[in-house]
């Protein structure tokens, strides 16, 4: 019995390890520079640690606004429109979805305001947040898409455009790449959930008749 739960389990971790992303510092909480409330970082910094500035710059938010996850985020216009990158392991052929929150420097204005994603550089995703939050509530909006991965390595970028008020941008924040199970991964899950299930009914079945 233990020997299947066994088997069971490590399939399952062998099967989500094999194409698991490795995104780091999501919620950009790392970085060998202190934000305050809030300071400018140009292009091409990698201060943030996992992230490169790689163009204009951005403000790395400290406490000037409540982030959505964690202390701290990105206001990807500092003194210029600005992007910020980080290239992650991926599979080749395998889908991910890729999730992050979004809002608007409140200090813009209300114009609404874009975020530019891009996959290894290819065509930009636009999302746009309508910037009705405040600086005591930004009202972050959590946005995702899915990709197939080309390569064993994906750039995943983050841009701001003209859209940005005098130069406060889209914000950005709680950035998580996660693999998008396969049929067969979810046939495997499924099988391994019930031989745990089975065994679990079996051993309370032989407590309660040695009882």
């Not at 739960?5 to 919620?27: D, H, K, P, R």
């Not at 790395?60 to 406490?63: D, E, F, K, V, W």
């Given at each position: 019995?233990y020997?299947r739960?066994?088997?069971?389990?490590?399939?399952?971790?062998?099967?989500?390890?094999?194409?698991?992303?490795?995104?780091?510092?999501?919620?950009f909480?790392?970085s060998?520079?202190?934000?305050?409330?809030?300071?400018?970082?140009?292009?091409?910094?990698?201060?943030?640690?996992?992230?490169?500035?790689?163009s204009?710059?951005?403000d790395?938010?400290?406490?000037y606004?409540?982030?959505s996850?964690?202390?701290?985020?990105?206001?990807?216009?500092?003194?210029?429109?600005?992007?910020?990158?980080?290239?992650?392991?991926?599979v080749?052929?395998?889908?991910?979805?890729?999730?992050?929150?979004?809002?608007?420097?409140?200090?813009?204005?209300?114009?609404?305001?874009?975020?530019?994603?891009?996959?290894?550089?290819?065509?930009?995703?636009?999302?746009?947040?309508?910037?009705?939050?405040?600086?005591g509530?930004?009202?972050?909006?959590?946005?995702?898409?899915?990709?197939?991965?080309?390569?064993?390595?994906?750039?995943?970028?983050?841009?701001?455009?003209?859209?940005?008020?005098?130069?406060?941008?889209?914000?950005?924040?709680?950035?998580?790449?996660?693999?998008?199970?396969?049929?067969?991964?979810?046939?495997?899950?499924?099988?391994g959930?019930?031989?745990?299930?089975?065994?679990?009914?079996?051993?309370?079945?032989?407590?309660?008749?040695?009882?």
């Open positions: 019995m020997t739960i066994t088997a069971a389990t490590a399939a399952l971790l062998l099967a989500g390890s094999a194409s698991a992303a490795t995104l780091i510092n999501g919620s909480e790392m060998s520079v202190d934000p305050g409330v809030f300071t400018t970082i140009d292009s091409p910094s990698t201060a943030i640690d996992g992230w490169t500035v790689t204009g710059s951005i790395y938010i400290g406490t606004w409540a982030a996850q964690g202390i701290r985020s990105i206001d990807l216009a500092g003194n210029a429109i600005g992007s910020i990158a980080q290239s992650f392991d991926t080749i052929g395998q889908s991910y979805t890729v999730s992050f929150d979004m809002a608007a420097n409140p200090d813009g204005g209300t114009a609404p305001r874009n975020l530019l994603v891009s996959i290894d550089g290819g065509g930009p995703l636009v999302f746009t947040h309508p910037a009705d939050g405040s600086l509530a930004m009202n972050w909006q959590t946005n995702s898409f899915t990709f197939v991965a080309t390569g064993t390595s994906t750039n995943l970028a983050f841009s701001a455009d003209d859209s940005s008020a005098g130069f406060y941008g889209a914000t950005l924040d709680n950035v998580l790449a996660s693999v998008v199970p396969e049929p067969a991964m979810w046939a495997m899950m499924i099988g959930f019930a031989v745990t299930g089975g065994a679990i009914r079996r051993r309370r079945r032989a407590a309660v008749s040695l009882a």
